[in-house]
């Protein structure tokens, strides 16, 4: 994937990827457009969860994708996005991250990124036109912040004690970014899943996964073709899971695609 990417600073808004779709739909913004907020208010997360982020010293953004991609593949985007995050956490921050299904990034079992993916439709062909994925990553979030979280969470600055520009690190998103959209692109999460394997820690662990009011729990065996989450049941049974929350050590991980 050859992509340019267009940075579009603001104060202030109530959420980054309904401000994108917004332009998208005005037409007053394309692919590889980037809006990134100073202070995002109501950011969220799958099924209106509510994102929590530090004004001023965390990264709230949103990216318009056009991706070459059968419908199908979907889903398993955010896990290269996660990847691509995971990888720039390591190499530029020397901060070693893991990926947890199918959206989150994770250092010492807590939550530092998350992501949510949208499609954007033509209703009148019911096709997709453009993919807005947003994107949270604590940066400088204070102990006193991460404590309005309801589930475990660090940033950067407690990690490595450093403190970072949200500017700064953006950038270093970004130019990442084009290397992993471009594997997963090729054949989606089968050019990923070496690499996903290798950065997450919760295969063959008991986890329990719900969906409306449906909920499994069992074993983690393995991941589809697309990225899709392999339980094995207690009687033996293997459930394939697209989405979902997935639970474990009890507190809810927002699995954040839609």
Known sequence: MHMQFIQEWIEETESTNDYLKRKLLEGSGTAGLVVAAKKQ????GRDGRLWISEPGKDLTFSVALRVKASPEKLPSLPMAIALSIRETLDSQYQIQAEVKWPNDVMVHGKKICGIISEALCDHKTNTTILLVVGIGLNIGMSPEWLEKINQPATSIAIVSGISYTVTEVLDRILENLPKWLSVWETCGFRAIQHDWLLHERRLLTHIRVGHGHKIRQGILTGYGPNGELLLRDDQGF???????????EDFEVDTGYI
């Open 238 to 248: 293997l459930h394939s899971c697209v989405y979902g929350d997935m639970q474990v």
């Open 41 to 44: 208010v109501t950011g969220r």
